[in-house]
């Protein structure tokens, strides 16, 4: 797998990430403002969801621009691509809880839908005035979630040949900006690629989402709340390995393609919550156990079933796997945030 941003980006490439201030972008600022000497430019809206506070301590943080702008606003968004000028683009920018969209779906149509409309719009004025060397290294990756393929029962995996069946309104807006893409290459000929992935977790993920969730309740020695039988499948991928696989396909995929990202981590809630439990009982030397603290609770309206990715295109064609095993990543994430527990503030 070659990892080397060095001989795709230059000091002169000008990158540009949507949702910069958000859990997976923040993780992809990091890696090319450490890997490379690129002007790293970061539109977010800065939400709840947002967090720099890494930011202050990098070395390399000269090179990061941050761009505070709500891709629903188009004004705003043309002038901010102005302004950046952007060479290549990783649109993470999206509002990401699914609870939080069932409960209001309209910041999902507008950040997901009309700001993916409107970010194109923006980057298709800025990419037909580009010179022909310019315009031809141009690429726009818009990362999105296997969500769009709706459930899987006990057998079978998603994968890019999987049709669109989504059933939330978060997963139905990322489908949506998924078409608007592919229509965009189709019919102007842009230089888009899309990428499904599976549930991420690591180190600096908002504390809604299940993982940071168990351990913060477990280090307040709270209720885990389970939904349903917590027999749900998720197919956890660890946000660095979701990184890796970026880095190859922004150096290798093939423009108009989309691509499926899975960790090789298939595994039901209550199983992952109890290996959860267990590295943190024996990290804090407990001699209570932790997973008395679960707790199931009423589901998830329309809640999937199960998900799991078929990543073999990916590794067959880039070489993409996991650098770790599951365990190892999930035991680094829960120490990460043991040894962080001011983020749960
Ligand atoms: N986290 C996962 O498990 C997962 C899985 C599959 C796909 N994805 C996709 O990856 C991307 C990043 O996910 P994440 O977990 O980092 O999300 P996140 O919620 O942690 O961060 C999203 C960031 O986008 C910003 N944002 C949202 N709407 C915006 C708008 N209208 N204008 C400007 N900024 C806006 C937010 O302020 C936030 O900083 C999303 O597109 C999401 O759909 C995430």
Known sequence: MDLNLKNLFTKNTRILVTGGAGFIGGCLIRRLLCETDSKVFNIDKLSYASNLSWLN?????SN????????????NTKEAIEKINPDFVFHLAAESHVDRSINGPHTFIESNIIGSFNLLTALRIHWEKLTPIRKERFRLLHISTDEVFGSLSDNGHFNENTKYDPRSPYSSSKASSDHLMKAWHHTYGMP????????NFGPWQYPEKLIPVVISKILQNKKIPIYGNGLNVRDWLYV???INALIVIAKGGINGSSYCIGGYGEMNNIKLVNEICKILDKQMNQTIDSSELIEFVDDRKGHDKR????????????????????????????????NN????N
Do not use: A
């Open 57 to 61: 301590l990098h070395k390399n943080k």
């Open 64 to 75: 990061h621009t941050l761009i505070k702008v709500d891709l629903k606003d188009l004004k």
């Open 192 to 199: 888009i690629i899309v990428t499904n992935c599976s549930n």
């Open 240 to 242: 660095e390995d979701h």
């Open 307 to 338: 998900y799991s990715i078929d990543s073999s295109l990916i590794t067959k064609e880039f070489k993409w796997k996991p650098q770790n095993n599951f365990k190892t990543n999930l035991e680094t994430t829960v120490n990460w945030y043991l």
């Open 341 to 344: 527990q001011h983020w749960f």
